[in-house]
């Protein structure tokens, strides 16, 4: 199975920086991709983006593009989340999620292994 340990939450002001890490262990071999979603109390889990392990390709959701970065270490089998210019809606608890599918995906029921999750606040 595949562990996925975040860090790097916390409170921040607009306008301002985080970066996000998701390190992955157990059979980290039968990764093909991972993604970052996010959830704010009362409404659904949300798409943010997405990368291939090999390629580095990457996918983001509109309301983030030019914000987010989301790169990966494969060495350290990791993956972060960089985010600028944070808005007060950006604040949710994110997740980082691995699946075994090779296809680019955008829903949740497409991962296969999650994250604890780790809050992040945007103070206005």
């Known amino acids: 199975q595949v562990q996925l340990v975040e860090s790097g939450g916390g409170l921040v002001q607009a306008g301002g920086s985080l970066r996000l890490s998701c390190a992955a262990s157990g059979r980290t071999s039968i990764i093909y991709g991972m993604g970052w979603f996010r959830q704010a109390p009362g409404k659904n889990r949300e798409f943010v983006a997405t990368i291939s392990w090999n390629s580095g390709n990457t996918y983001y959701a509109d309301s983030v593009k030019g914000r987010f970065t989301m790169s990966r270490d494969n060495a350290k089998n990791t993956v972060y989340l960089q985010m600028n210019s944070l808005k007060p809606e950006d604040t949710a608890v994110y997740y980082c999620?691995?699946?075994?599918?090779?296809?680019?995906?955008?829903?949740?029921?497409?991962?296969?292994?999650w994250g604890q999750g780790t809050q992040v606040t945007v103070s206005s």
């Open positions: 999620a691995a699946r075994r599918s090779g296809r680019r995906a955008t829903l949740g029921d497409e991962y296969d292994y």
